[in-house]
């Protein structure tokens, strides 16, 4: 049998849902026209919410890896070593790593717009400080670990709020669109703002990175006081039965447990590039902040593309990942070898678009596969797997660059990546198959067609 993707709702089952506790929901024509049967990656922008969020989005996660780039170069400078720079760069995950479960429980218990205008707040608040201590040159790396977990406490909470809540603002149709967009305002920015950190700390120094990072956050900020979502996925549950639920309602599904494992083995190893490439740059190819800038831009660019590429399918399915999460280990691999820049920047390209398809395809598949009263408890269980994981990575990986160089450390992330791959290759038969996910928002039941048991055997897992 050949399960085929849910019917998507009409425009008028979908205004009719409840809107955001507390708010009124905005179903004026021109907010979201209809858009079943019309594909396209940047679909989702039609709601006019995700339109808002958008662009607030793109302001503030620009900023967010300038003031990354510029701890990164910052803190290799003042201590030298790689493997403190991972251990600095580690600290900030380690919240995520010991509470990040318990984000989705509150996620999916408050009303989402109003914890977004808080945690986005806090991060406001964290980056002006930096920028302050900086400015006095008091930027210490004790006080940079400080403000690092003070934003990984943060990140609890609005890491799985902001993944579920993009679900909101669009269609079910549109879901894999906004996700991908999503996706795409990442890692656009991880274009722009490394690329503007390399100009930054090449002429005036790092403490203007912290400054952008920090007027960055009026515009999210902003977005978020003026939209109003089209539903609410709020639901009030036990906080303790809460996470334990969340967990069963993940192993009951392949649709859901196999992405975050496949994560969970490829982020502890493999995206540990904001420790790797300031080494690779400086060590191995003697270079200075703009040959660090230029490895980081490389990288984005292609994720970028990759991002872009997801947002044109409709329906991702578990060959994809196998697919990406092999070519993504392959050219980890090929950078390692690169003997030069120039040679290391092209692999980083189509390194970032494997990676990111990967990452994207991931995030898709869980919203798309998870009932809106766990979808809070679901990207939890992704934050942690994919930054929850960085302490323990970034411990490792600067450990294997300390010991071995940065080439080792990329040969490890592709190892891992291609056991990810195998992983994936080898699970056949899904425990529910796409008809029978009757509880998915406005989803009705797929049709199942007749099919050869040939082809069936070799398209086991088309609900990926």
Not at 193 to 213: D, Y
Not at 309 to 333: D, E, S
Not at 440 to 461: H, K, N, R, T, W
Request: with cysteine.
């Amino acid at each position: 049998m050949r399960v085929v993707p849910e019917a998507a709702p009409d425009v008028a089952d979908e205004s009719a849902q409840p809107a955001e506790q507390g708010t009124r929901a905005e179903t004026a024509p021109g907010d979201h026209v209809r858009t079943a049967g019309r594909r396209g990656t940047f679909r989702a922008l039609r709601s006019r919410p995700f339109r808002l969020y958008f662009a607030g989005q793109v302001a503030s996660a620009s900023g967010t890896f300038v003031q990354q780039t510029a701890i990164g170069w910052l803190v290799l400078r003042l201590t030298g070593s790689p493997a403190e720079l991972g251990l600095v760069l580690a600290v900030g995950g380690v919240p995520s790593l010991l509470f990040g479960p318990w984000g989705g429980t509150v996620a999916d218990r408050v009303n989402l717009r109003r914890l977004l205008i808080g945690t986005q707040t806090a991060y406001g608040v964290l980056a002006g400080l930096l920028w302050v201590l900086a400015a006095a040159g008091k930027a210490s790396v004790a006080a940079i670990v400080a403000i690092s977990v003070a934003g990984g406490v943060v990140q609890i909470a609005d890491s799985p709020a902001r993944q579920a809540f993009v679900g909101s603002l669009v269609l079910p149709q549109d879901l894999s669109s906004a996700v991908s967009l999503n996706g795409v305002v990442m890692n656009s920015a991880r274009v722009v703002g490394p690329a503007l950190a390399g100009v930054l700390i090449l002429t005036i120094g790092t403490t203007p990175c912290f400054a952008v990072n920090a007027l960055s956050y009026l515009a999210v900020i902003a977005a978020l006081v003026l939209l109003r979502p089209l539903r609410s996925g709020a639901q009030r549950r036990h906080a303790a039965s809460g996470v334990r639920e969340g967990l069963r309602y993940a192993a009951s599904r392949q649709q859901l447990w196999l992405p975050l494992v496949m994560m969970a083995l490829v982020g502890l190893l493999a995206f540990n590039f904001p420790v790797i490439l300031p080494v690779l740059a400086s060590h191995t190819f003697h270079g200075n902040g703009g040959t660090y800038g230029l490895l980081s831009t490389m990288l984005s660019i292609g994720s970028v593309l990759g991002s872009l590429g997801v947002g044109l399918i409709g329906h991702p399915r578990r060959q994809y990942l196998v697919v990406t999460a092999l070519a993504f280990g392959l050219f980890l691999a090929a950078t390692a070898g690169a003997p030069d820049v120039a040679l290391a920047c092209l692999t980083l390209l189509v390194t970032g678009a494997a990676a990111f398809s990967f990452v994207t395809l991931c995030s898709t598949t869980l919203q798309l596969h998870s009932s809106p009263a766990y979808r809070g408890r679901i990207m939890a269980l992704w934050v942690y797997v994919y930054i929850g994981t960085t302490p323990v990575g970034s411990i490792i990986t600067g450990a294997i660059i300390s010991a071995a160089g940065a080439r080792a450390a990329l040969l490890t992330g592709a190892a891992a990546c291609l056991v990810a791959a195998a992983i994936a290759s080898r699970v056949h038969t899904p425990p529910h198959l796409d008809a029978t996910l009757t509880d998915l928002a406005g989803a009705q039941p797929a049709q199942a067609v007749p099919e050869s048991p040939s082809a069936a055997a070799a398209d086991d897992g088309s609900s990926k």
